[in-house]
């Protein structure tokens, strides 16, 4: 057998130089599947065509709900799903604490409009599940309407206008909103607009947050995270 050719230095240089493109269109699109993962996991539950909320807000802080004995009709209480009365009642594939939120609101809407006590959050909580108002671990959109209906209210839903959110609150409305991430949420959560300041910001109840609860918001700030409004009344 003859001597093995040995390939010049162009050729090697060449060879190499043809790996370094496949090797970078790999890396591209390993980090493009990645980021479509991360996406997803993000949106999880927040697609327009997926209408629920998951229930968890952002920051945390824990307050003293209302007492129900202070519960009474044209006043909404502060109801906090991470309440020891209630946070650990199953609900929705977890704990009133983990995906409540939506009840919580809901309960403070019917306190507000009816003045009776018997749906706090947990009560609330149950009628949401045994009615169907549940969806892959979260709460449906249809507790707000359908479920607000079976309760004996009057549900509409709002577009993200501040006239007509004003107005509704104006007219003794509860107004509860479906949030995206953002201040309140880094997934999905439900809020309740509570009333009008006098210098036109927005009350809100943020059943995950005390701290939120207890400030005063620009409302087209809040109208700018909200994915959709339902207008309750008695």
Same mark, same amino acid.
């Given at each position: 057998?003859?001597?093995?050719?040995?390939?010049?230095?162009?050729? @090697?240089? $060449? $060879?190499?130089? $043809?790996?370094?493109?496949?090797?970078?269109?790999?890396? @591209?699109?390993?980090?493009?599947?990645?980021?479509?993962?991360?996406?997803?996991?993000?949106?999880?539950?927040?697609?327009? /065509?997926?209408?629920?909320?998951? =229930?968890?807000?952002?920051?945390?802080?824990?307050?003293?709900?209302? +007492?129900?004995?202070?519960?009474? $009709?044209?006043?909404? +209480?502060?109801?906090?799903?991470? %309440?020891?009365?209630?946070?650990?009642?199953?609900?929705?594939?977890?704990?009133?604490?983990? /995906? =409540?939120?939506?009840?919580?609101?809901?309960?403070?809407?019917?306190?507000?409009?009816?003045?009776?006590?018997?749906? %706090?959050?947990?009560?609330?909580? !149950?009628?949401?599940?045994?009615? =169907?108002?549940?969806?892959?671990?979260?709460?449906?959109?249809?507790?707000?309407?359908?479920?607000?209906?079976?309760?004996?209210?009057?549900?509409?839903?709002?577009? +993200? %206008?501040? !006239?007509?959110?004003?107005?509704?609150?104006?007219?003794?409305?509860?107004?509860?909103?479906?949030?995206?991430?953002? !201040?309140?949420?880094?997934?999905?959560?439900?809020?309740?607009?509570?009333?009008?300041? !006098?210098?036109?910001? @927005?009350? @809100?109840?943020?059943? /995950?947050?005390?701290?939120?609860?207890?400030?005063?918001?620009?409302? %087209?700030?809040?109208?700018?995270?909200?994915? /959709?409004?339902?207008?309750?009344?008695?």
């Amino acid at each position: 057998m003859g001597t093995p050719r040995i390939a010049p230095d162009r050729y @090697v240089r $060449r $060879r190499r130089a $043809r790996r370094a493109p496949f090797a970078l269109l790999c890396a @591209v699109a390993l980090v493009g599947l990645l980021a479509l993962a991360a996406g997803a996991l993000l949106l999880a539950g927040q697609d327009a /065509n997926v209408p629920a909320s998951a =229930g968890a807000g952002t920051g945390s802080t824990e307050g003293p709900s209302t +007492p129900r004995d202070e519960w009474a $009709r044209g006043s909404v +209480p502060y109801l906090y799903q991470t %309440d020891p009365q209630w946070a650990d009642h199953p609900y929705a594939g977890g704990t009133v604490r983990e /995906n =409540g939120c939506g009840p919580t609101c809901l309960s403070m809407a019917y306190v507000a409009l009816t003045g009776r006590t018997d749906l %706090d959050p947990a009560s609330m909580a !149950d009628f949401s599940e045994r009615e =169907g108002h549940v969806a892959d671990c979260m709460t449906a959109w249809t507790l707000m309407s359908e479920g607000a209906e079976q309760l004996g209210l009057s549900s509409e839903e709002l577009s +993200p %206008d501040a !006239d007509d959110v004003r107005a509704a609150l104006a007219a003794g409305k509860v107004v509860i909103c479906s949030v995206r991430p953002g !201040d309140f949420t880094t997934v999905g959560h439900f809020i309740v607009l509570a009333g009008l300041t !006098d210098d036109g910001r @927005v009350e @809100v109840r943020d059943p /995950n947050s005390a701290e939120r609860s207890a400030r005063a918001w620009d409302l %087209d700030r809040v109208l700018g995270q909200c994915a /959709n409004l339902w207008a309750l009344s008695a």
